[in-house]
């Protein structure tokens, strides 16, 4: 079973910067297809980025695309977003979300969230205008 455990959210102004992290239960950081959604209040999750553990980023959505990026800490069981120029529509929660796969071809179809088992807790973000 993957545990992850979302950190890094806040309150901040429109143009500033946050950097989420994902700390991944270390038995299980390998093989893993990794992605970031956020779900604003009444709406449903949205898909922001996604990653192959191990593998470059694969998938940003167009409306953060230049302005976030995904990295890794492989030392450290760790998956960040770094979020820049954010915007007041970035607000929301945001989740890890994990899906265990020994090949990577999975991780580079088109994937929805709910294409994902293991879900962090979420950390908020929101941004002011």
């Known amino acids: 079973q993957v545990h992850m455990v979302e950190s890094g959210g806040g309150s901040v102004q429109a143009g500033d910067s946050l950097t989420l992290s994902c700390v991944v239960s270390?038995?299980?950081?390998?093989?893993?297809?990794m992605a970031w959604v956020r779900q604003a209040p009444g709406s449903d999750r949205e898909g922001v980025a996604r990653?192959?553990?191990?593998?470059?980023?694969?998938y940003y959505a167009d409306s953060v695309k230049g302005r976030f990026t995904v990295s890794q800490d492989n030392a450290k069981n760790t998956l960040y977003l770094q979020m820049n120029k954010l915007k007041p529509e970035d607000s929301g929660m945001y989740y890890c979300?994990?899906?265990?796969?020994?090949?990577?071809?999975?991780?580079?179809?088109?994937?929805?969230?709910?294409?994902?088992?293991?879900w962090g807790q979420g950390t908020q973000v929101t941004v002011s205008s």
């Open positions: 990653i192959y553990i191990g593998h470059s980023p694969i």
């Open positions: 270390e038995s299980t950081y390998v093989g893993l297809c």
């Open positions: 979300g994990a899906k265990p796969k020994w090949k990577s071809e999975w991780c580079y179809g088109d994937k929805a969230p709910r294409d994902f088992d293991t």
